[in-house]
């Protein structure tokens, strides 16, 4: 083989490699943890991005809640599990759990808003919240619910 030809493809192999960057396979999904102060109104942002939540006034529960965006138009799977550390074992036990729901584009980018339910009745104490993406641990929060005016 002439040696022109062979500079001239190995030329247009490196250039070849030297193209533009390809995209993270593996793009990760973006979730922002944080309080709801109105829950139940559109759109759904997270207020105050927080790992210490503060019981209401009234001693109810402040909704933490995940915010989790795809990076880009393509449905995922979503689910979430809540966990609270027994004081006395010291052990997380697993206090709540999400059904799998499937996530659609319309507009893209597919995005969600979880609101965990608490309805264990406890309120203070550590907690780790994990969120799953197409039922793989994604993103975990640690946080405390600690007393008002903490």
């Known amino acids: 083989m002439n040696v022109r ?9 490196l250039s070849a490699c030297a193209s533009a960057p390809q995209p993270e396979v593996n793009a990760r999904y973006s979730v922002v943890f944080g309080i709801v102060s109105k829950p139940d109104q559109k759109p759904l942002v997270v207020d105050r991005i927080t790992d210490m939540i503060p019981l209401n006034s009234d001693g109810s529960m402040p909704r933490i809640a995940a915010r989790v965006e795809a990076p880009d138009a393509a449905p995922f799977l979503l689910s979430y599990v809540v966990y609270r550390r027994d004081t006395a074992s010291g052990k997380y036990v697993q206090t709540e759990t999400s059904p799998t729901w499937r996530i659609k584009s319309n507009p893209p980018p597919a995005t969600a808003f979880i609101r965990p339910d608490f309805l264990d009745g406890v309120f203070l104490g550590k907690y780790r919240f994990e969120i799953f993406v197409n039922e793989r641990l994604d993103s975990t929060l640690h946080f405390s619910v600690v007393p008002s005016g903490t």
Not at 5 to 13: P, Q, W
């Open 5 to 13: 030809v062979m500079v001239a493809i190995a030329c247009l192999c």
